[in-house]
């Protein structure tokens, strides 16, 4: 269902009238004297110009393409105007709409566009070794498609196996438009195939879950790291209960209020380890409010594809039919899209990517 374009013009409008507000408070001498301030308007007025100006473009094309339909409607208009507005109407026409969608997608997904890292965490579910090994394919797909995005991987944390795969592997992408590609990332993920280790060739079903945290380059959320947060240190073990490391160098953090709790050992440094467990809990508490905020301000969007129950399965690798389906994407008289799976562990994600994003987009735009 599309939005009803008198509401989604009245909400435009509304955000250009904001925009315009904005702009005037910025060149108020009493609100440029407060630098927290401005730099909040600052940032209000950045985000606001990424749907403003483009809307304000549709609005020339509309103006002129709706006095050019008025000169080709009114029988007592020159003959030479009329020729050249009937030369124009058509492209005016096609300039309008393309710009009017434009901004229908920058309204609902300017947000996501705007955040430029993420924290993906894949965990091994049920499957055992095998499940662990379907992991490192998961993480080798995102290396393939952050390359081929020119996108930067650092593996924050990672608990390996002795066949090569992850118990559970934490990674940080960060590049242009990151989370609006991966956020739609998080779920569950299964596997169809026949184990290295099965020696009967028998077909088995493993999965993994992969949670997509977005990390905005501010987090707006103000922590009190002594108050706030109990920190626990330990000596980091090595595989089998070898002691590596003979001074406290391992941190748990574990945040009061919501319960939430990362571990951290990677690193032989206390200090580091610290960093990075900090990094992670703001990106998880980040999400944590987020999801809480949008649940309340929109019940009514609970379908929507990157929100939601996280262990929810997202999508199904099947080796043997060399077939990837993302059940997201059902249509009439199918069960969901189906994708090369050869391309796809070849981090070719675009194409599917590019169908939830549509469907995402839509979903919004019919929720507005």
């Not at 985000?47 to 709706?66: E, G, H, N, S």
């Not at 009114?74 to 009017?100: F, T, V």
């Not at 088995?204 to 949670?211: D, G, L, P, Q």
Request: proline share 3%; net charge negative; charged share 30%.
């Amino acid at each position: 269902m599309s939005p009803n374009p008198d509401s989604l013009i009245a909400k435009l409008d509304e955000l250009d009238h904001r925009f315009t507000e904005v702009a005037d408070s910025m060149n108020d001498p009493a609100v440029a004297s407060d630098g927290q301030k401005i730099v909040a308007l600052a940032k209000e007025h950045s985000r606001l110009a990424k749907i403003v100006q483009p809307y304000r473009t549709f609005r020339d094309l509309a103006r002129r393409r709706d006095e050019a339909q008025d000169i080709l409607s009114d029988p007592a208009a020159d003959a030479d105007l009329k020729e050249l507005a009937g030369e124009e109407i058509d492209d005016l026409r096609h300039q309008a709409d393309e710009a009017l969608e434009t901004v229908k997608g920058l309204l609902v997904m300017s947000d996501d566009l705007a955040i430029g890292a993420v924290i993906l965490e894949l965990r091994a579910g049920t499957g055992g070794d095998e499940a662990a090994l379907f992991v490192g394919d998961l993480l080798s797909m995102y290396r393939y498609y952050a390359e081929r995005r020119g996108w930067k991987v650092e593996v924050l944390s990672a608990a390996p196996t002795e066949l090569g795969g992850f118990r559970e592997v934490i990674v940080n992408v960060k590049g242009e438009g990151v989370w609006s590609r991966l956020g739609y990332e998080g779920g569950g993920h299964r596997v169809q195939r026949v184990p290295k280790t099965e020696t009967q060739g028998r077909i088995h079903t493993s999965a993994a879950t992969v949670a997509v945290l977005p990390e905005p380059e501010t987090i707006d959320i103000e922590i009190n790291w002594e108050k706030d947060v109990v920190e626990h240190v330990s000596r980091a073990g090595g595989p089998g209960g070898q002691n590596v490391n003979k001074v406290e160098s391992a941190v748990k953090l574990e945040h009061l209020e919501t319960g939430i709790t990362v571990s951290m050992r990677d690193e032989a440094s206390q200090h580091k380890n610290r960093a990075k467990a900090r990094q992670i809990l703001l990106a998880r508490l980040y999400e944590h409010y987020r999801t809480r905020q949008q649940s309340a301000e929109a019940a009514a969007r609970k379908a929507m594809i990157g929100s939601g129950d996280r262990s929810q399965r997202i999508r199904t690798y099947n080796y043997p039919q060399n077939r990837c389906t993302d059940h997201r994407l059902k249509g009439e008289g199918r069960e969901g899209a189906n994708f090369n799976l050869d391309r796809i562990l070849a981090g070719e994600l675009d194409d599917l990517l590019d169908a939830l994003a549509a469907h995402d987009q839509a979903q919004r735009l019919a929720n507005l």
